[in-house]
């Protein structure tokens, strides 16, 4: 059904180190990263007073506390990456399954996640729409 439809985006970033498991490379040694994190928020209903779908700060805020629990940690010791490997995508679907709860609260839907390790690469989860492959 056709209608209005917003998308809308935050970013922050979060410091952390980690050891990729299983990696032949320099990575697979502990180092560190300032990780780039962008959320996309879609919705379809502005607020009456404001006319926004939701407030920017708001979601920004949501997306801070989720990377509290990350920030300035040896991913490797910090859960549950304690057994996953701290890998960009694995740190984006954790993202993405704290954050999404978050959105919900505010009557939008969290498209997706992407995080980067640096601005040339980055990786982005989002949840499989149904009837696609």
Not at 73 to 92: G, Q, V
Not at 102 to 115: K, Q
Request: proline share 5%.
């Amino acid at each position: 059904m056709p209608g209005d439809f917003w998308l809308l985006t935050v970013r922050s970033e979060f410091s952390a180190a980690h050891a990729l498991r299983n990696y032949c490379g320099k990575c697979e040694n502990a180092h560190g990263h300032n990780f780039q994190v962008e959320a996309v928020f879609e919705g379809g209903k502005l607020r009456p007073d404001t006319e926004f779908l939701v407030d920017f700060s708001e979601l920004k805020g949501d997306l801070n506390s989720v990377l509290d629990g990350l920030d300035h940690k040896d991913l490797n010791r910090t859960p549950p990456f304690d057994r996953l490997n701290p890998t960009s995508e694995n740190l984006a679907r954790h993202i993405h399954s704290a954050l999404a709860p978050l959105a919900s609260e505010h009557g939008v839907r969290l498209r997706c996640v992407t995080v980067g390790e640096n601005h040339a690469q980055s990786a982005t989860y989002s949840l499989r729409e149904e009837g696609t492959k």
